[in-house]
């Protein structure tokens, strides 16, 4: 099992920046990737980046630029650095982690609202 606890969310201007973080704990041992995933009202859950436990990294087009994930592998946490931010960014944030053996568990997510 692995526990993903997320935190940095809240309210920011458009233009705004805001970090998320999530701290991994339990069977982290094998974590193959970790990444970031949200779901705005009324829409499907969409990937916005991840990262592979070698470093190779993705991200969503939409966030490409403004956008950055990053792991601090000594404390088992994976960020999202958000820059210009827009209201369209709106949604809940989930942390993913994807294990070698292909279990995959969700974080409980951090609402991040862009309004002025």
């Known amino acids: 099992q692995v526990q993903l606890v997320e935190s940095g969310g809240g309210l920011v201007q458009p233009g705004g920046s805001l970090r998320l973080s999530c701290v991994a704990s339990?069977?982290?041992?094998?974590?193959?990737?970790m990444g970031w995933y949200r779901q705005a009202p009324g829409k499907q859950r969409e990937l916005v980046a991840t990262?592979?436990?070698?470093?190779?990294?993705n991200y969503a087009d939409i966030v490409k630029g403004r956008f950055t994930i990053s792991r601090d592998n000594a404390k088992n946490t994976v960020y999202l650095q958000m820059n210009s931010l827009k209201p369209e960014d709106t949604a809940v944030y989930y942390c993913?982690?994807?294990?070698?053996?292909?279990?995959?568990?969700w974080g409980q997510g951090t609402q991040v609202t862009v309004s002025s």
């Open positions: 993913k982690v994807l294990r070698s053996d292909l279990r995959a568990y």
């Open positions: 339990g069977s982290i041992f094998s974590i193959y990737l």
């Open positions: 990262m592979t436990s070698r470093g190779y990294t």
